[in-house]
């Protein structure tokens, strides 16, 4: 079975380089898919070579010009191979049966490269399966796509955003979700805040509302919170149940209920923990990349950035790594990724709202960065007011310092203490108006801060 699956794919690269050859409008049609990893043999690798060469001077390839260049072996090879080409197989099938025989080729030398790491560390041996994992993803495929597909999404995006309507996932907070049309693909979105002002709460609440409202699955990886303790706050603010008064023993029946309600609905979501041993950012890209193949996930949330190592020369290099690392990932599974961040601590004097420039460790946090959104509870720095003048208690700002596609902007939130939940300022209500509750195509109204181009 081995030889004769060896004998086809010898077969398809002699039909792929001889038509390439015979047709360079054809190579130049596929030139991105088409390289020297395709090819298995030795002669048809030195034949590519050639073309390859040829092409690069400009030179149309005939059977003479290519049989000048070659040694005697790859000749013979050319020559040979002229002489049964078949034209009846789509170009891009040949191409992706290479492919796939070039990939499995790799994996397997991939397993005797890991075999003999045996005696090394297993993060780095962990490292090196990432890294080349990564390379198998990205050496070959189409790299291009024609703008008439480009332009096709973008209007269709825009069209939607014209009619009110999401296009990523809805966070379950209107202002929010109105401001940036959901969470985006490809998006790196960093929470931020100062310790103790809700940053891990925000996220769980966002990962909470994308599954009850359009059943979105989601990854937290945690370095902060054990599994269980994040667990614990799902389902208690899920079912709204204080954490304290179920582990005391002081809640009604009824919400004892309601508790084991949410458990079991929790229980059936697409929401996945994990509580890494290694806290490099290689194990986590990893775990990222894994959870994605595993899971089918829609996002996934890191908490948090400065308890991830980046092997730098200084934090700010480490830091930086890190948060470029975590833009790459998203960018590559084309999926929201939400990263938590603290803040450095203002001097003394200094107001506490936080600002962009207290992004602990690195502006590079900033710059990879595609939504900065901070949390702020005015109470817990004994602001007893608010911008506007009412009262801070159970009140929370979510300030958009950043929005690389939709700009800034500030909104009011409640926060409920005794169950770490974040809720809409009037839930069921959007500008005074009933509501029948979040909808992926919900209208909303347009911004007047929302400097999204479109």
């Not at 790196?188 to 996220?203: D, M, N, P, R, V």
């Not at 923990?273 to 775990?287: G, K, Q, V, W």
């Not at 999926?335 to 460790?361: E, F, H, M, W, Y």
Request: hydrophobic residues 35%; contains cysteine.
């Amino acid at each position: 079975m081995e030889k004769d699956r060896t004998i086809l794919i010898r077969a398809y690269e002699s039909h792929l380089l001889n038509r390439i050859i015979t047709d360079n409008k054809l190579y130049f049609s596929k030139a991105d898919q088409i390289n020297e990893r395709l090819f298995f043999t030795i002669e048809a690798r030195e034949l590519f070579g050639t073309f390859k060469n040829l092409i690069a001077e400009n030179k149309v390839t005939d059977e003479a010009l290519i049989l000048s260049r070659l040694n005697n072996g790859s000749s013979d090879y050319f020559i040979k191979s002229a002489m049964s080409v078949d034209y009846g197989i789509p170009i891009d099938q040949l191409i992706s049966e290479l492919e796939e025989h070039n990939r499995h080729t790799e994996l397997l030398m991939l397993a005797g490269e890991v075999i003999r790491m045996k005696e090394k560390p297993s993060a780095e041996i962990q490292q090196y399966i990432s890294e080349k994992f990564l390379n198998l993803n990205t050496g070959n495929g189409n790299q291009y796509r024609n703008i008439s597909e480009i332009v096709e999404q973008v209007v269709s995006d825009i069209m939607k955003i014209r009619e009110g309507k999401m296009t990523g996932i809805l966070t379950g907070f209107q202002d929010i979700d109105r401001h940036m049309k959901g969470l985006q693909n490809g998006d790196l979105i960093i929470i931020a805040g100062e310790t103790s002002q809700g940053k891990t709460s925000l996220a769980l609440n966002i990962a909470e509302n994308a599954y009850l409202i359009d059943n979105k699955r989601a990854a937290i990886i945690s370095m902060e919170m054990t599994e269980s303790q994040l667990a614990m706050r799902l389902i208690c603010s899920m079912s709204e149940t204080s954490r304290n008064e179920i582990i005391r023993g002081w809640v009604a029946p009824e919400e004892m209920q309601k508790f084991e309600h949410y458990k079991n609905k929790l229980a059936e979501s697409g929401l996945f923990i994990a509580d890494p041993t290694s806290r490099t950012i290689e194990n986590i890209i990893s775990l990222i990349r894994s959870a994605f193949m595993r899971f089918s996930l829609d996002f996934v949330i890191v908490d948090y950035l400065q308890l991830i190592s980046g092997n730098g020369r200084n934090r700010e290099e480490e830091v930086g790594k890190v948060s470029r690392a975590l833009k790459d990932i998203a960018r590559e599974l084309n999926k929201p990724v939400i990263c938590l961040s603290q803040l450095n601590r203002p001097a003394q004097g200094v107001s506490k709202r936080p600002t962009l420039a207290r992004l602990r460790d690195s502006g590079q946090i900033e710059e990879s960065a595609d939504v900065v959104l901070f949390v702020y509870r005015p109470e817990e720095y004994g602001v007893t007011t608010m911008e506007d003048n009412t009262p801070s208690e159970g009140m929370a700002e979510l300030i958009m310092a950043k929005g690389r596609n939709c700009g800034t902007m500030m909104t009011k939130v409640r926060f409920i203490k005794n169950i770490t939940k974040f809720k809409d300022v009037e839930t069921g209500t959007y500008n005074g108006k009933p509501t029948a509750g979040l909808n992926p195509n919900k209208n909303f109204e347009g911004s007047n801060t929302d400097d999204t181009p479109f």
